[in-house]
């Protein structure tokens, strides 16, 4: 058996070939698609490969899975002696992966299957834009309060609003720019309609997401998003361990300040009001509804301070707003 290490690049791969202990073979393969397979088809069911978590190692992975016996994927942070090594050199990265799977020190993360893969890249690509949504109201917004015009009374991006812009004091460039950026809401606003019909469709046809959904306030949308965070839910031992992956479960710290990992309570000083802000309308348009103010001053409930970085601390922190603070947790009715 040989165990194959993979220092993975934007453009190359070097890998490593360990057999008894010794490197016998090390080579640079180009990541592209049949370079690759071409390079798979050399190894054999026995071989054992080795590769580092980056942006493209999930289609790495894919390709080789069919050709040798496991893929391994270890997670970068944790391998300290690549990540606090002196010498970093491609060569002693792709050895030392496989040196360290040989002897079993290698830190290993879950891999996800294809369906959650593509349930994730499919809430990334609804959470890119529901962004521009928010940047384009956020300009147009900002065309109407430098020409000194008070806000509109009603909802500035229905029907009704976007034609009050028409009989408005606006400079013509100005105004030029601003039936862009109209324009320019129509078309993604559909998208976004779109992925929402697909994500909906799919919700329906998910068991798992319909036990979701019979929690109050939790859409389909946001079932997708905690499914697609969660994957396999039998890779968790234990109901902790999964409270702890997305940040919830309590830490006492020295002074003893309850942490909640991503998640933090919501009467705490949030540094990045701006993103505090942003979240908040992102919650909105997830829940159909607006995000009081005041709810924020309860400590019962939950807020991300970096919920536009990672979807799994979005997920939860929408699912937890959506919930009235005085409304007791209910079990599923669905067994």
Known sequence: MQIVGMDIHRSFVQVAILEDGTIIRQLRVDVVHHRLVAFAKTLSLEDEVVIEVTGNSAAVERILRPHVKRVAVANPRLVRTIAYARVKTDKVDARTLAKLHAAGFLPEVWVADEDTQSRRRQMAERAGVLAQIIRIKARMKAILHANLIPPYKGYLFGKRGQHWPHSLPLPS???????????????????????????????????????????????????????????????????????????????????????????????????????????????????????????????????????????????????????????????????
């Not at 862009?180 to 329906?204: C, F, G, M, N, P």
């Not at 361990?241 to 991503?262: A, C, D, H, W």
């Open 173 to 335: 460039k100005e105004r030029a720019m601003l039936q862009r950026l109209i324009t320019e809401l129509e078309r993604v606003t559909k998208q976004l309609s779109e992925i929402d019909k697909v994500v909906a469709q799919q919700a329906l046809d998910d068991r798992r997401a319909l036990k979701l959904m019979t929690i109050p306030g939790v859409s389909s949308v946001v079932a997708s998003n905690v499914l697609a965070s969660i994957g396999d839910i039998a890779r968790f031992q234990s109901p902790d361990k999964l409270s702890s992956y997305f940040g919830l479960t309590p830490r006492v710290g020295n002074r003893e300040s309850i942490r909640q990992g991503m998640v933090v309570l919501a009467h705490q000083t949030i540094r990045h009001r701006r993103t505090r802000r942003t979240n908040r309308k992102r919650a909105e348009y997830d829940l159909g509804a607006p995000v009081q103010t005041p709810c924020f001053e309860i400590p019962a409930l939950f807020w991300a301070s970096s919920v536009s970085q990672t979807m799994r601390s979005r997920a939860v922190a929408i699912s937890v707003l959506s919930r009235p603070a005085t409304m007791p947790r209910q079990p599923s009715s669905i067994a």
